[in-house]
């Protein structure tokens, strides 16, 4: 009979078989089938790809020798009869198991997901098993770089900030809570509005956001606002994100605190003015005077104290010989040196009772210091005609007399209290001391006696006295300059912290 019009030619089995081939040679999975015995009988070519195995007839128990499998997270090898396709050859259905397998060809391993599941025939029997699997190795990679990105974003110490292109939050990490106050809950949905802080203007914002809308980054530091009220400072980049089309679809703000940096900045820029404050008077020379060879110097460390020390004509003849130390450091003891300097000339102008003069100035001080500010001063009237002087001293170190052989002849003590401690405060002063030729007079501040070397000891009086002693026929200019010197060989390599301030007076011969 002749075959009907459109009626499918039979088609023998072999070729049915060599289709099936073809077909399971064109997935992208990798396909294996073994027969009851363990022995691969049809490995596609995407097994091959993947896994390296290129042999029908191989038996498993041979690849397991080659090829070590093992779970995620594992370091020891599945066993062979525990892989896929034993278990499917043993009548279990496996379903998605993922794998690490590691192979001569492949030492960094193949990760893949695979399925297992027996084969029967018509009537039950087990004929074999079939596994399908999938290489998941990039996929693997790229959720390892995302879990990796997502870390580094969740434990910056940067705030980042993810909104849409209106600007609504989508995303904070922790470092922005931390920083701002406000949690995530608080923040999502919202603007970065709520950290306006006020001191920007509207055309500062209007600048920025048409920066970030036309496709540039913005880079700034910005005042922003917490929720508590405080004012920080914020080093902040925003990069405008875009879709495969180009189109912004999103704005990553990275946010660097930087207050405590602004605050060093700040407090730099105090100490260079508190510095070139205290250095238009540390040029101070001393009037010439027959009779006597006068010198004063101030050697600054890198941190501002308030040392201080002036000459000044006095009424009736007299010189003024002012030495002192304003507590602290910083523009606040700078500027108080200038006051008290300016209280000094003002009322040493009215009068040569040192007395009067220390009372008025503590009573000006007291209405204008901090709490637990003061200043030691060392005030000492010298009569150059009379060849004599007298001297007040509010809490400073105490000033010496060498006799003409080095020696200490007298210890000018302090007499009273430091000035700006208590108000309406008296002070006196000495009798009247006589000065002989080859004398010398000696005032010093604790940045001299209170210079340590590593050992924690310090210089101390003593070794400045017998520095002074050995060098009495030099200049009073050159004992400044050389006891300086002394007192950092002293140091050894310590830093200086404080400055070093000595008056010195010779009486000639």
């Given at each position: 009979?002749a075959q009907?019009?459109?009626?499918?030619s039979?088609?023998?089995a072999?070729?049915?078989?060599?289709?099936?081939?073809?077909?399971?040679?064109?997935?992208?999975?990798g396909?294996?089938v073994?027969?009851q015995?363990?022995?691969f009988m049809?490995?596609?070519?995407a097994?091959?790809s993947?896994?390296?195995?290129?042999?029908?007839?191989l038996?498993m128990s041979?690849?397991?020798?080659?090829?070590?499998?093992?779970?995620?997270?594992g370091?020891?090898?599945?066993?062979p009869?525990?892989?896929p396709?034993?278990r499917a050859?043993s009548?279990?259905?496996?379903?998605e198991?993922?794998?690490?397998?590691?192979?001569?060809?492949?030492?960094?391993?193949?990760?893949?997901?695979?399925?297992?599941?027996?084969?029967?025939?018509?009537?039950?029997?087990?004929?074999?098993?079939?596994?399908?699997?999938?290489?998941?190795?990039?996929?693997?990679?790229?959720?390892?770089?995302?879990?990796t990105?997502?870390?580094?974003?969740?434990?910056?110490?940067d705030s980042?900030?993810?909104?849409?292109r209106?600007g609504?939050i989508?995303?904070?990490?922790?470092?922005?809570?931390?920083?701002?106050?406000?949690?995530?809950?608080e923040s999502?949905?919202?603007?970065?509005?709520?950290l306006?802080?006020?001191?920007?203007?509207?055309?500062?914002?209007?600048?920025?956001?048409?920066t970030?809308?036309s496709?540039?980054?913005?880079?700034?530091?910005?005042?922003?606002?917490?929720?508590?009220?405080?004012?920080y400072?914020?080093?902040?980049?925003?990069?405008?994100?875009?879709?495969?089309?180009g189109?912004?679809?999103q704005?990553?703000?990275?946010?660097?605190?930087?207050?405590e940096?602004r605050?060093?900045?700040?407090?730099e820029?105090?100490?260079?003015?508190?510095?070139?404050?205290?250095?238009?008077?540390y040029r101070?020379?001393?009037?010439?005077?027959?009779?006597?060879?006068?010198?004063?110097r101030?050697?600054?460390?890198?941190?501002t104290?308030?040392?201080y020390f002036?000459?000044m004509?006095?009424?009736?003849?007299?010189?003024?010989?002012?030495?002192?130390?304003?507590s602290?450091?910083?523009i606040?003891?700078?500027?108080?040196?200038?006051e008290?300097?300016?209280?000094?000339?003002?009322?040493?102008t009215?009068?040569?009772?040192?007395?009067k003069?220390l009372?008025?100035?503590?009573?000006?001080?007291?209405?204008?210091?901090?709490?637990?500010?003061?200043?030691?001063l060392?005030?000492?009237?010298?009569?150059?005609?009379?060849?004599?002087?007298?001297?007040?001293?509010?809490?400073?170190?105490?000033g010496y007399?060498?006799?003409?052989?080095?020696?200490?002849?007298?210890?000018?003590?302090?007499?009273?209290?430091p000035?700006?401690?208590?108000?309406?405060?008296?002070?006196?002063c000495s009798?009247?001391?006589?000065?002989e030729?080859?004398?010398?007079?000696?005032?010093?501040?604790d940045?001299?006696?209170?210079?340590?070397?590593?050992?924690e000891?310090?210089f101390?009086?003593g070794r400045?006295l017998?520095?002074?002693?050995e060098?009495?026929?030099d200049?009073a200019?050159?004992?400044?300059?050389?006891?300086?010197e002394?007192?950092?060989?002293f140091?050894?390599?310590?830093?200086?912290r404080?400055d070093?301030t000595?008056?010195?007076?010779k009486?000639?011969?």
């Open positions: 009979m009907a019009f459109g009626e499918p039979p088609v023998p072999l070729a049915e078989i060599e289709i099936l081939k073809s077909i399971l040679n064109l997935l992208a999975d396909v294996l073994a027969n015995d363990g022995r049809f490995i596609n070519r097994a091959h993947i896994l390296g195995i290129a042999s029908q007839g038996s041979e690849w397991s020798e080659t090829y070590e499998c093992y779970p995620p997270g370091v020891t090898r599945i066993p009869h525990d892989l396709l034993a050859l009548g279990e259905s496996v379903e198991m993922e794998l690490l397998i590691r192979s001569p060809a492949q030492p960094d391993g193949v990760w893949i997901i695979a399925k297992a599941s027996p084969l029967r025939n018509e009537a039950g029997a087990l004929r074999g098993a079939v596994m399908v699997f999938r290489d998941v190795s990039t996929k693997r990679e790229d959720e390892e770089r995302i879990r990105f997502a870390n580094a974003v969740e434990q910056t110490a980042i900030v993810i909104t849409d209106n609504l989508h995303y904070v990490n922790p470092a922005f809570e931390q920083t701002t106050g406000y949690s995530r809950e999502i949905g919202r603007t970065p509005a709520i306006k802080s006020g001191v920007h203007d509207a055309a500062f914002y209007r600048d920025m956001w048409a970030i809308v496709g540039k980054a913005f880079r700034g530091t910005i005042a922003n606002k917490k929720k508590n009220g405080e004012i400072f914020a080093e902040q980049t925003i990069t405008p994100i875009r879709d495969a089309a189109k912004i679809t704005f990553v703000a990275v946010t660097k605190d930087v207050t940096q605050k060093l900045q700040e407090r820029y105090q100490m260079k003015l508190a510095r070139a404050i205290q250095q238009q008077f101070i020379s001393a009037p010439p005077v027959e009779g006597f060879d006068i010198a004063g101030t050697f600054p460390a890198d941190e104290g308030g040392d002036d000459f004509p006095l009424p009736d003849g007299c010189i003024g010989i002012f030495i002192g130390d304003v602290g450091h910083g606040s003891s700078a500027l108080l040196m200038v008290l300097r300016s209280y000094l000339r003002a009322f040493s009215e009068s040569l009772d040192i007395s003069i009372r008025l100035v503590n009573s000006a001080l007291v209405r204008d210091l901090e709490h637990a500010s003061f200043a030691t060392f005030l000492c009237r010298l009569h150059p005609p009379s060849r004599s002087m007298m001297y007040a001293s509010a809490g400073h170190v105490p007399i060498l006799g003409a052989d080095g020696a200490v002849k007298q210890v000018l003590q302090s007499i009273d209290i000035l700006g401690v208590i108000p309406e405060q008296t002070f006196g009798a009247e001391i006589r000065l030729p080859g004398e010398i007079l000696v005032l010093l501040t940045g001299i006696t209170d210079t340590e070397r590593p050992d000891t310090q101390g009086a400045a017998e520095f002074i002693r060098h009495r026929q200049s200019q050159h004992i400044m300059r050389g006891l300086f002394a007192v950092r060989d140091a050894d390599g310590l830093p200086q404080d070093i000595a008056v010195i007076c009486i000639n011969r």
